[in-house]
């Protein structure tokens, strides 16, 4: 009940493309969604979040889309560059719990 | 500080021997967490302090893992007769207080343990 489920594991986008990184959870209790972007050698670092309430969520070039009903949420890249190459992480939480539970990472490469 | 700290950053040590981790939160920073990232894995939940106590150590893998933190700051986490198993990188982060998640986690780089 606590699992955050993560798709793919790895993805290859050319640069200027589409980056789409899907996550599921069973969980209805969980109220926060963030996603972290780790580079490597580095922490990861908060990208982006969103609260059940709102169904898209977008900063830059960077959108969650939420879907409620299906328990499923995801990240778009929009217009990916190299520099954005790096492992993303969806993540829930609840206030309840106390600790995030992350998906288990996606590899992103954006080729040139 | 401006970041979590973490030392050291890379452990090369021998298997069965204890090995110590040290966390330095970012200050005023109430709730530490300890997670494990196994290499190519998601992140596993280890530890959470808040304040100098623990109410949430359900994520230690065994009994050869322990952590403790003092003065609501400094945290270290250890492991006693260390395994190849207990080869991973293991962050840290902290948040301004445990019931906030709005404001995020903020991790340090991690230390890279390797038991060989």
């Known amino acids: 009940q606590q699992q955050v489920k993560q798709s793919p594991q790895s993805l290859i986008v050319q640069k200027g493309g589409i980056s789409i990184i899907n996550c599921a959870y069973e969980n209805t209790a969980f109220d926060y969604f963030p996603w972290y972007q780790q580079f490597p050698g580095k922490g990861p670092a908060l990208l982006i979040a969103?609260?059940?309430?709102?169904s898209e969520k977008k900063e830059g070039r960077f959108t969650i889309s939420f879907n409620k009903s299906a328990k499923q949420f995801s990240l778009h890249i929009m217009d990916s560059q190299p520099g954005d190459s790096a492992t993303y992480f969806c993540a829930a939480i609840s206030g309840g719990y106390n600790k995030l539970i992350f998906g288990a990472g996606t590899r992103l490469a954006v080729h040139p | 500080g401006a970041g979590v700290s973490q030392s050291p950053s890379n452990k090369v040590t021998e298997k069965g021997k204890d090995v110590e981790l040290r966390c330095d939160p970012i200050?005023?920073?109430?709730?530490l967490y300890w997670y494990r990232q196994s290499l190519g894995q998601g992140l596993e939940f280890l530890i959470y302090f808040q304040g100098n106590s623990a109410p949430d150590k359900s994520g230690l893998p065994s009994d050869r893992f322990s952590a403790e933190r003092t003065g609501g700051s400094v945290s270290t986490l250890t492991i006693q007769r260390t395994q190849q198993e207990d080869s991973a990188v293991y962050l840290c982060a902290s948040s301004p207080q445990g019931q906030a998640p709005t404001y995020g986690y903020t991790f340090g780089s991690g230390t890279r343990l390797t038991v060989v």
């Open positions: 969103i609260r059940p309430d709102v």
């Open positions: 200050s005023g920073h109430t709730a």
